[in-house]
């Protein structure tokens, strides 16, 4: 084991001094490796960045012509004295927790991340290590997902009973990776698919890249609603019940969120109905990656962080909490 950690915690990020690296730092540094492409993550003024190749169109769409470095799953690239790899963390399409070995000692940085297969993104695959690093967004027992499947039938219940009804069906979801994943959850049978430019505008990049999505038609201002009757409209949050959406009509809107889970929040979005479905782990997802990495110390961050790591104590790991400056899920711009 080295005398110094291989990562530290510092006011520009997750540092690594053998390398001389951050991963996923908030403020402006010389490398940046790259988790995924949310803001709160992969934020502009790096000189230099490595991310997944999955990932790296979407960061050039938001951050334009960057100095960015590839990498594949699974490549082990050394950088100063430090090996490193990127491995799959199922949040978002090429999304990715990045281990770091030096001299024997071995951390890993997860990012954000979700365990269930959602079929979009790379399946979570977890790393054994010493150190692992954990978000805690939904670090709260009552945070429970039911399987996807479950919820897709919801959803396409829901758009059903619209259509029925001569309603159009709001959507609201984050235009990077919910929007897409709800995408593949529907039932093109039901009726037309649309989308908010900066939803349609991720899928194009997704498109581009070879991922397979299902034909969508961006609405413009000059679509005209009565062409898409029983249609249901994928848009960010913070178009829903906008002027933007009042012309179509009659309308239902929904929140499709792991906030979902908690009334109160459900009665605060005012939409019509709220569908629990998160890119995060659970509170059993949680559990279940820190156990699969066999780690001794386990770093919290992000979300219900206090009461994660005290239970992560109960449980007999030596569990801390550290400070980020990352966002959870419906924090940034409608990213997460």
């Known amino acids: 084991m080295t005398e110094a950690p291989v990562l530290s915690f510092t006011e520009r990020g997750i540092y690594c001094a053998a390398g001389d690296f951050y991963i996923d730092p908030w403020r402006p540094v010389d490398r940046a490796l790259i988790t995924h492409g949310h803001a709160d993550h992969a934020r502009a003024g790096h000189a230099r960045y490595m991310a997944t190749s999955a990932v790296l169109p979407v960061m050039r769409h938001r951050l334009g012509d960057i100095n960015a470095q590839p990498v594949q799953y699974g490549e082990v690239i050394r950088i100063g004295d430090a090996e490193v790899s990127f491995h799959p963390a199922g949040h978002v399409p090429g999304s990715a927790q990045i281990k770091v070995s030096v001299a024997g000692e071995i951390w890993v940085a997860s990012g954000d991340y979700k365990i269930e297969n959602d079929g979009l993104s790379e399946a979570f695959e977890p790393q054994r290590c010493h150190h692992f690093i954990t978000e805690s967004t ?17 959803i396409n219940a829901w758009w059903r009973g619209c259509a029925e009804a001569g309603k159009t069906a709001f ?34 990049v997704m498109r581009k890249q070879g991922i397979n999505l299902l034909p969508t038609t961006q609405l413009t201002k000059d679509t005209d609603p009565k062409a898409h009757e029983g249609a249901i409209v994928i848009a960010p949050p913070s178009a829903l019940g906008s002027t933007w959406a009042k012309r179509f009509g009659p309308s239902e809107s929904a929140f499709a969120s792991g906030w979902m889970q908690l009334r109160g929040i459900r009665r605060r979005r005012s939409g019509d109905r709220g569908f629990v479905i998160s890119d995060h782990a659970d509170w059993p997802g949680l559990l279940a990656a820190v156990k699969a990495t066999e780690a001794e110390n386990i ?12 239970y992560l104590g109960e449980l007999g790991l030596n569990a801390q909490v550290v400070p980020t400056e990352f ?3 419906e924090e940034g711009e409608d990213a997460a």
Request: charged residues 15%; glycine residues 12%; aromatic residues 10%.
């Open 138 to 154: 939904f670090g709260l027992p009552v945070f429970r997902w039911q399987p996807q499947h479950l919820v897709a039938a919801e």
């Open 171 to 204: 959507l609201g979801a984050y235009a990077l990776g919910k929007a897409q994943r709800l995408l593949q959850m529907l039932e093109p049978a039901n009726g037309p698919i649309l989308t908010h430019g900066a939803v349609e505008a991720t899928n194009a």
């Open 299 to 310: 770093y919290v961050t992000h979300g219900y962080t206090d009461i994660f790591a005290r």
């Open 327 to 329: 966002g959870g899920e």
